[in-house]
T-cell receptor, first 113, second 115 residues
Framework: GAGVSQTPSNKVTEKGKYVELRCDPI?????LYWYRQSLGQGPEFLIY????????DSGLPNDRFFAVRPEGSVSTLKIQRTERGDSAVYLC???????????FGQGTRLTVV | GESVGLHLPTLSVQEGDNSIINCAYSNSASDYFIWYKQESGKGPQFIIDIRSNMDKRQGQRVTVLLNKTVKHLSLQIAATQPGDSAVYFC???FGDGGATNKLIFGTGTLLAVQP
């Protein structure tokens, strides 16, 4: 399809493990965003990419979280030494430019047990 | 999928009635606001936006009102339909000159449309 694609849809991992979450933005979209949504709450901003560079990573909660977008398209959110509190839905969004409408993917539900 | 609507404020309306969902935003410097609809197991879907130099904007069956004096935003849905049932979030742009889609989301309101 032509929308934002996130894989996997669901991920269950053990506490302390490393995980990678992938986002395929809409083709041609230069801006990409990662958000995290806990149950019953609104999404919280994590990081914003303009092209290949992380233009704003002020929302990343700590240094266990890292994201890359090496070719300006696909992005990977990486979480080291996962904790139970990391359990949430991780949402990716993309927009054609930094100031145009963003489209969200369906999210990856991460469960840390 | 698991609902994101647990423990959220709920608005229950009859099909065909008008719905009004309210939101108080936090930052007086915010200059851009968006309403999103989120169905269970899906990502947020853009409904309508408004910039701070406006106080009203209309779309198809939806109207957004902005009151900057009291930092209040509302979404009006005309002739509500069962397909409108979802969680609705307001979101504000930080207003720091950064990306438009660096947003602060509100708590959300669950809209339940009774047939």
């Amino acid at each position: 399809g032509a929308g934002v694609s996130q894989t996997p849809s669901n991920k269950v991992t053990e506490k302390g493990k490393y995980v990678e979450l992938r986002c395929d933005p809409i083709s041609g979209h230069t801006a990409l965003y990662w958000y995290r949504q806990s149950l019953g709450q609104g999404p919280e901003f994590l990081i914003y990419f303009q092209g290949t560079g992380a233009a704003d990573d002020s929302g990343l909660p700590n240094d266990r979280f890292f994201a890359v977008r090496p070719e300006g398209s696909v992005s990977t959110l990486k979480i080291q030494r996962t904790e139970r509190g990391d359990s949430a839905v991780y949402l990716c969004a993309s927009s054609r430019h930094r100031d145009t409408e963003a489209f969200f993917g369906q999210g990856t539900r991460l469960t840390v047990v | 999928g698991e609902s994101v609507g647990l423990h959220l404020p709920t608005l229950s309306v009859q099909e065909g009635d008008n719905s009004i969902i309210n939101c108080a935003y936090s930052n007086s410097a915010s200059d851009y606001f968006i309403w999103y609809k989120q169905e269970s197991g899906k990502g947020p879907q853009f409904i309508i936006d408004i910039r701070s130099n406006m106080d009203k904007r209309q779309g198809q069956r939806v109207t957004v009102l902005l009151n900057k004096t009291v930092k209040h935003l509302s979404l009006q849905i005309a002739a509500t339909q069962p397909g409108d049932s979802a969680v609705y979030f307001c979101a504000e742009n930080f207003g720091d000159g950064g990306a438009t889609n660096k947003l602060i989301f509100g708590t959300g309101t669950l809209l339940a449309v009774q047939p």
